[in-house]
Each structure stands twice: as C-alpha cells, then as structure tokens.
C-alpha cells in the first residue's frame, strides 16, 4: 500500500478541498503551496482571487488594484438618468482580504515574465508561480481627432469606465436644455458591455420624457452595422420614445455616417466620414484594446489589441504561467461571429474556469472541463428590461458556442403560427430580476 | 507517518477521487453562482436561494423550462443548453447544500394579512411557515418575498405555462392584495 509523504498529503487534502470547496484544517493550510498574483480588481480579478481562495486556502493570493473601492458598469447607465444611487454599484476589498486574499493597492508598472515578478509604482515586487491578468480595458483617446483623456474628465466624458465620469456625464444630462441633442459616439466593435451604448440611450430618453425635457433628441452614431439586442431594443425604444424619423432617438449606422472621425469639444461639434453634427452633450465612446500593462507585455497577440488565451485554462498563448481574464482577452466561437462578450458575468465566469484550472495544476490534479457563461441584462425603462445569455462549452480545446442554451429575450411570445406581444408584465420582470442579477454579481466577485 | 495520518490521508484521498469524478459539475454548479450566490444563497431580492431546495422540484422546473413546458424569462433560455444528466446532476448538487433562510422584516399587520392568507392558499402544501413542503413543493421560508411575489404574478396570469395545477389555481385563487401579504409572510420566517 502506498504511503504518502507530507508534500503529497497536502496534495491530496487541499485537491479534495479543490473539488468539493471542504475547509482545510488551519495546520495543514499554512504552509502556502503555490503564490498567484492576480493584476487588476474588476469583475474578473477579484473573482479570480475569490474562487483561489475558495477552492484551495493553501494557495497565496495576492490581488493588485489601484482603486479602493470598485463601481460595477452593469446597470450604471441607470445613474446617468437618476434612476440608481451609484452606492449600490459599488464594493470595496474587505470581503477579499477576509478571505484570505492579500489586497495590495498600487500601480503595476511592470511584469517580468522570465524571473516571474511583478513590479508597482512604489517600488514593491512580487513573485508568482502563476499570474492572473484582468487589467480591463483601455481606451484609444488617439483614434478620434481632437479627442484626449483630459477633455473626457472635463467636457467630453465616455463614462464608459463607471464612476466620477458616470456623474459627469447625469450633471450634463441635467443641465441640458429642453430641445437639447445628446449624442452618443459607439466605437468599432468588440467593446466592452455590446448592449451598452443603446441601454444608454433609452436611460437618457427616459430621463428627458420625466423631467420636462420632451423635444430633446439622441442621436446615436454608430462605427457599427447592427448591434447588441437589436430588436429588443428598437420595439422598446419604439414604444417608449419614438424611434427613427420624428423620434426622440435616432440610430445612424456606420454605412450610412455613424462613424466619427474627430470632434470639436468647443464648438461642440462632431465630424463623420459624411457630415457634421452639433451636440449639447458629446458621449464619445472612444475605441477599446487591452489594457496597457497587457500590450505591453507582449500579450495582445491578436492585431496587438487582444489578448489570445487557451480554451481550457485562460492561460495566455504568449506566455507559460500568465493567465489572462475579463475584457482584455478574447475567446469564444470567432469564426461565426459569436466570440465572448466583454461582459461583467463573463469575466466572472472566465475568473472562475482560470481558478480551477490553477487549482488543479498547482496540485497536480488533472484540469477540469471548463464551462463558460454569461447574463446580462439592459434596462430601457423604469418597467421595460430585458437580458441575453451566453452559454460555451469547450471540445477539443477549442470553444464551441452552445446556441441552444444562449439568446436574447423573446421578441415574440405565443406560438409561431400565432405570435403574440410580450406581455408587459414580462419585460417588467427582467427590471427586477437586473436588479438581483447585479447584487448576485457583486457578491459573487467581492463578497 | 503515526498510524493516524496514514489513515486520515487514506481517507482523503477517497473523497479526492470521489471529488474528482465530480469536478465537473462543481464547474457547473458555479456558473449558477453569479445569479443565485455562492452555494445557492441568493442575495439579490428578485433572485431565489435555490441551495437546499428538494431534488424532486428544482429537477422538474429545469427540465419544465428545458421542453419549454413552463414559461420563465431567463432560466428557460439557460438550461436549454444542459444535458438531461447534467440537469440532474445540479438537481442534486443544490439539494444538498444547506438552506440559509433570509428572514427579512415584515410589519405586523402585513404579517396578520399574510397568515389568513397563506392558511387558505398555500400551507397544505408549503407547511405553515413554508419550511415543511410536499415533496414536489419548495421550501419558502425565508425565500426572497420579491421573488416569490414575481413567481405568483407568473402563475396568476394565463399568458404564462406554469404547469403545477394546484398551485395555479391556488394562486389565482388569491386576491391581488393577498400576493403580496402571502410573500411578505414566508418571507419574514427563519424556520
């Protein structure tokens, strides 16, 4: 009969802890087996750094994160209108570090990917045995003329990053006379939350028809041909708004003149490929790449935007031992146009495939078949939502989209041969139901 | 090695091979924690526990929603892509977890209205603090009230398939300010 060693005796508790989530004795615990450094405390990071510690106490988790307190981008379109508190889109780094999970809140200036160490801004290094990267995305300021980072804090905010430019953007919205235009810019697809923009849109629609601004108009000038939920949105904005000619929102696509090429912040101007518009409020979302300590560390394989990773793991196709999660890389089915979502509930998912995948390889157990999902919701009224999943599985170490087990919302109800409308109630219950999703969310990454 | 460890470590390592045959559906079983929580204890309003809840029950609502005989908004959409052993298989992984009720406050007279109402339309198959339910019946005690409110609202209106007769007829046996007062009432019991 074999004995076991005590190296392989942790080995084999913490592997039983790895699967069914047992708590290890303290005693056996304290000797780390494994250091994980996880870059970034978004969705994906600080789910990443929760499920290490969740499935495997014994591993060392240290997460890094400039900010102290994070604000969920999932329903912040609703802040701009008034309809939520932006309290309740944020978590701070407690519920983490109470897990076990060294919470370091610092600049990361430099990976070393050969020594395998991480470098922040005030001088501090910290070696790992495995790297998870979630550093989100970044924003090209450069790709629309007379755009910088500075006019986005001040008269041009994206808020597409949710925080002070969320309250930027509602003051604006406040301030804007009745009759007053707001546009919003989209950038060339992929970008972070694909619903995102057209969410916006009905939230500011909704704000001006409560708040005695009824003749005001959005324009949305899309770099795209179609987009997210299509229609799901264009019923709700129709019902609710107006849509198109003589509607308060109007779509314009990037064949027909969505694309903006530059802006003027003072006289308030933007530039397509086709003609000019004057905007009281300028939303520009600038295009998106994974974020800047990614590309610079050679990971954005694909056209040095994204990051390319492998199916099973979320491990980086660039580097052994980088993992990387969340809006920076990029996966799913991409030859058929079904790629992942850069999505909050995404990144939570890919958070939890990279922790059980490091668990098993960090104890030598065999890796685990992953499975990758996402849910997401859009709120285009004060009773009018609606969501979208994902659902995506991986053979022969490549992702395969599920489409039986994703889609949209109905767009019909009733039988084929006798479709009805969607019964209000319905669209008011996914309102509800995006309200408990998010809290869920929330918890599950930083509870 | 002290003739103890050995044994301990022996031990282990059968419920290491147990967990590893499992692993999969542990991987599966996560994803639902993004909506339902950590262990299927939910903590948004609208979303329910689902941790603890009979194998029986949330095995026939998946697979209900599955062959598209029970209408839903999300869930319908979700677990049309789970094979029918997968939906077992998180049938009775949630079944075993602990049920972690949420008692959330309720005033006293919403209460006194909830336990008439609750006395005529739901106890005989719910128990009378909802936590003693028939076998094809989920414990509600402590269930998120909002939950429960949206999941009445569901099988009071005919445009849904809600296919469990007695608690369709139950439901709409209600009155409107009864449905409220009912979920407010299972809602506020911790046991």
Redesign the interface.
């Known amino acids: 009969m074999q004995t076991l060693d005590r190296r392989n005796f942790l080995k084999a508790v913490s592997g039983a802890a790895a699967a069914s989530v047992l708590t290890v004795p303290q005693s056996f615990a304290a000797t780390a087996k494994a250091r994980v450094v996880v870059v970034g405390g978004g969705f994906g990071g600080a789910s990443a750094a929760r499920y290490l510690r969740l499935l495997d106490p014994g591993i060392d988790v240290t997460l890094i994160e400039r900010g102290t307190r994070y604000t969920s981008c999932p329903l912040s379109n609703e802040v701009i209108s008034g309809e939520r508190d932006i309290r309740t889109l944020q978590a701070g780094y407690n519920g983490l570090a109470r897990r076990g999970v060294k919470v370091v809140h610092a600049e990361v200036t430099q990976v070393d990917p050969v020594n395998k160490t991480v470098a922040t801004a005030d001088g501090q290094s910290f070696p790992y045995d495995a790297l998870v990267m979630a550093p989100g995305v970044d924003l090209d300021y450069s790709a629309i003329g007379g755009l910088t980072e500075e006019l986005a804090e001040t008269r041009l905010p994206h808020a597409w990053k949710a925080g002070p430019q969320t309250l930027l953007l509602k003051k604006q919205l406040e301030a804007m006379p009745d009759g007053g235009r707001f546009i919003i810019s989209v950038p060339k697809a992929p970008f972070r939350c694909p619903p995102g923009p057209y969410e916006r849109a009905a939230q500011v629609a909704m704000y001006c028809r409560h708040h005695g601004k009824k003749k005001a108009k959005i324009l949305i000038l899309d770099s795209n041909d179609s987009f997210s939920k299509r229609p799901l949105f264009e019923e709700a904005w129709k019902a609710l708004y107006g849509y198109g000619q003589g509607g308060m929102i109007e779509w314009v696509s990037g064949a027909t003149g969505g694309i903006v090429e530059q802006v003027d912040a003072t006289a308030m101007t933007c530039q397509t490929t086709f003609d000019d518009h004057k905007g009281d409020i300028i939303n520009i979302i600038p295009p998106h790449r994974a974020g800047k300590i990614a590309r610079d560390l050679g990971l954005a394989t694909l056209k040095g935007t994204w990051c390319e990773v492998r199916p099973e793991s979320m491990e980086s196709t660039a580097h052994k031992d980088i993992y990387v999660i969340g809006d920076s890389c990029v996966g799913g089915e991409l030859a058929t146009g079904n790629g992942f979502p850069k999505s909050a509930h995404m990144a939570n998912s890919q958070a939890k495939v990279v922790a059980a995948a490091l668990v098993a390889r960090l104890n030598g157990l065999p890796p685990p078949v992953p499975i990758y999902t996402n849910t997401c919701y859009s709120v285009v009224g004060h009773d009018w939502g609606f969501s979208v999943v994902h659902l995506f599985r991986v053979e022969n170490n490549k992702w395969v989209y599920v489409a039986k087990g994703s889609g949209i919302s109905p767009v019909t109800f009733g039988t084929k041969e006798k479709p009805l409308p969607v019964p209000r109630s319905y669209r008011k219950m996914e309102v509800a139901y995006a309200d408990g999703w998010l809290r869920n969310l929330l918890a599950d990454s930083f509870a | 090695?002290t003739k103890t460890?050995?044994l301990l470590?022996l031990a282990?390592?059968g419920?290491?091979a147990t967990?590893?045959a499992?692993?999969?559906i542990?991987?599966?079983a996560?994803?639902c924690?993004?909506?339902?929580?950590?262990g299927g204890v939910?903590?948004?309003?609208?979303?329910p526990s689902i941790g603890g809840l009979p194998k029986e029950y949330l095995r026939n609502i998946m697979k209900q929603w599955k062959y598209d005989e029970r209408s839903a908004?999300?869930m319908n959409?979700?677990?049309?892509?789970?094979s029918d052993d997968e939906i077992d298989a998180l049938a009775a992984h949630f079944a075993k977890q602990r049920w972690v009720p949420a008692p959330q406050q309720a005033s006293a007279a919403l209460l006194a209205k909830g336990k008439s109402a609750i006395s005529e339309n739901c106890e005989d198959c719910h128990g009378f603090t909802g936590s003693d339910p028939d076998v094809d019946a989920p414990r509600i005690n402590g269930q998120?009230a909002?939950?429960m409110e949206?999941e009445l609202?569901k099988y009071r209106?005919p445009?849904f398939k809600m296919p469990h007769r007695k608690m369709k007829k139950a439901a709409q046996d209600m009155k409107p300010a009864e449905v409220p007062a009912a979920a407010g009432y299972f809602g506020a019991q911790d046991k």
């Open positions: 090695m460890k050995t470590a282990l390592i419920v290491c967990a590893s499992r692993g999969d542990e991987m599966l996560r994803t924690n993004g909506c339902h929580g950590v939910s903590v948004g309003l609208s979303m908004i999300t959409r979700i677990v049309k892509g789970l998120w909002k939950y949206l609202a209106d445009r």
